[in-house]
Each structure stands twice: as C-alpha cells, then as structure tokens.
C-alpha cells in the first residue's frame, strides 16, 4: 500500500462488533495476537502489525474492548480488509480460553468528517492519552486555566492530524470545547502517558469508535458521539464535576512542543448539518443506526492478569507493533 496523498472529500469507517458467548476481559493487544496467529495470511495483518506504519502514522485498523465486546473499526484503507475477515471469525483461542463467535454486528458509514452547523458533542468512552513525556512536562508548568486551553489545543491537533493523514482538506476553522471530570492526569502504560475522562464538542463530525490521542492501537481515546439520547445512556454531571474544567479553544495551528513530533451511519446529526460552504457546497445525509448503550461511567480497558493466561503481548506477535 503506498502512501495516502490524495485528497478526499470524506471519510469511510467499518465498525464490527463480535458478539461472543462471553464476556471478553482481554486487552486490545491480547486480541490483536490472537489474529495474527489465527488469521496469519489474512490482507488484513499488516494493518494490525505495524508493517505500514512508515506509510500510515495513523492506525487502520483498531481493536477496542468495550462493554467486554470486541470492536474492530477499519478506516479508509483497512475497511475492505476488515469486511473480509469478517466471515472467518467463529472462534477465538486464547490459550486459556475460547470465545465462540455468536454473531458480528457490522456497521458502515461515509460523509464523515465534515463540519456541522452546530457543535457536536462526544464522549470518551476509553481514557483520553492526552499527555506524553514532553507534553506532560510543559502541562505540569501552567496553572489550571492555562492546563484546560493547552488540552483543548491538544484535542484540536488530534483533530486536524486525522484530517491530515486521511487526506481530507478541513476547509474551516476547527473549535473544541473541551470538559472533563479531572485536571489530574491518570498515568497509563510503562511510560506514564496521562490520561483524562471526559468529553468534548467540535463543530467537526467524526466517525464513533476511533481513537484520538496517543495509545490508539491500545484502544485509548475512543469517541461516541452523543447526538441520541434515546439511544445511548449518558450521565451528563460526570462531565460537569467542576466548571473550570471546561475549555474551548479555536486553533488550526500544532502546539508549540508538538511540531517535532449496510447498515447505518451518525442519525440525528442530519438536521444539524444541512449544509455548509467551503470552496464547493455541498449536502452530507447521515444514515440512521442504532449502537448498543454503554454504562454511564468511564471505565479503563483493563487485562484478565490470571497467572495461566497465554501471553499474546510477548514479542513474537508484536516485534512490529507502534512505538510510543
């Protein structure tokens, strides 16, 4: 696969979902192990074993543990491989333990990633890796007014670095409001990124279930967007534990110390973008869908450390695995 130069008008997800006959408590590297021993030949692999990451610095293809269910989200280059290997899942041996795959939910969208009239809203349904080393450093110098706009400056480049790796000319000014439960950063992986709850608005439409943030092939930073309150359980006081946590930022410029460095689709959002203008107007219609609900409180991903687990993180399965 070469390099995805080409400028796009849109972006194409693939989510689906395997429904197992229990509970899934493994990590999202766990999972990608299993594939690349059971699946080995399969186009799929090399988006999910680092072999493309010179060519694609942002993930294809992401596993999550949500709800204990398994979720697999192909973007652009890694829909089609993913809708592929859909229709070998039966079983997944773990070592230790088997899941029988009951059935695959598979859900589908396009037109996304294009401004909305309104600001929309998303939840972070797995910890926010705001923070790495070098952001933490300069995040732990500014007082709490100053913290909640350099996230907020963080979330936006997360923003515009997706539009820019999926090719897609984001022809309008990018506004974040960002709120959160906590300033204080929960340290996550063996190199303490900091993590945030939380939620924010964007007059961006993004696809639900990618990540944003750093640790994305670990499943961190995985959106929802919250549009239907019919259809997704939402306790709006965890976002609003304390007001100085909100902030709104509106930036298209990277950070200072980040320069170095056929079912359905988002309903509701339909009336929210009617139109827009940028060089060439243009109408996007979103699909209706229903997603399953999620519980009210954000939860990290966390792993089954029984002692007789198979270790699907050791070397062999990710000797080409994204370094952070």
Same mark, same amino acid.
């Given at each position: 696969?070469? *390099?995805? =130069?080409?400028?796009? !008008? #849109? ?5 689906? &979902? ?22 080995? !030949? $399969? ?37 089609? @491989?993913?809708? @592929?290997? &859909? *229709?070998?899942? /039966? ?6 333990? +088997?899941?029988?795959?009951? !059935? ?11 401004? %909305? ?8 349904? @797995? ?17 709490? #007014? ?5 996230? =907020? ?25 960002? @709120?959160?439960? #906590? ?11 900091? =993590? ?20 994305? +092939? ?19 006081? #965890? ?6 946590? /909100?902030?709104?930022? /509106? ?13 359905? %689709? ?14 060439? %107007? ?17 939860? $990290?991903? /966390? ?5 007789? !687990? ?15």
């Amino acid at each position: 696969m070469g *390099e995805n =130069s080409q400028k796009v !008008d #849109s972006l194409r997800t693939v989510t689906v &979902r395997l429904i197992t006959d229990k509970p899934v408590k493994k990590t999202p590297y766990q999972v990608k192990g299993v594939f690349m021993n059971q699946f080995a !030949d $399969d186009p799929v692999i090399p988006l999910l074993n680092g072999q493309y990451r010179k060519n694609f610095l942002y993930p294809r293809v992401q596993v999550k543990i949500l709800n204990e269910q398994i979720y697999l989200v192909g973007i652009n280059e890694g829909a089609d @491989s993913l809708l @592929s290997l &859909r *229709e070998k899942f /039966e079983t997944l041996d773990f070592g230790n333990i +088997t899941f029988q795959v009951n !059935d695959i939910d598979v859900d589908e969208q396009s037109d996304i990633m294009v401004p %909305s009239n309104h600001p929309v809203r998303y939840r972070f349904i @797995s910890p926010w890796v705001a923070l790495n080393p070098v952001t933490n450093k300069r995040y732990n110098e500014l007082n709490n #007014s100053g913290r909640i706009k350099y996230l =907020s400056q963080l979330l936006t480049h997360n923003i515009l670095f997706l539009g820019k790796e999926m090719g897609i000319a984001i022809n309008t000014k990018v506004y974040t409001w960002l @709120s959160l439960s #906590s300033l204080f950063p929960k340290p996550v992986g063996e190199k303490n990124w900091g =993590s945030f709850n939380g939620g924010f608005k964007t007059n961006i439409i993004l696809p639900n279930y990618i990540g944003l943030g750093n640790g994305i +092939t670990r499943g961190f930073g995985t959106i929802y967007g919250l549009f239907d309150p019919d259809v997704f359980s939402f306790n709006d006081e #965890s976002l609003k534990e304390n007001e100085k946590y /909100e902030g709104r930022t /509106e930036n298209t410029k990277t950070p200072n110390r980040l320069k170095r460095k056929k079912n359905t %689709s988002n309903q509701k959002i339909r009336g929210r973008t009617a139109s827009y203008k940028t060089k060439k %107007s243009k109408n996007y219609k979103m699909k209706k869908k229903k997603h399953p609900q999620f519980a009210n409180q954000v939860q $990290d991903t /966390e792993t089954n450390n029984q002692p007789d !687990d198979f270790n699907y993180n050791r070397g062999k399965f990710h000797k080409k695995q994204h370094k952070f």
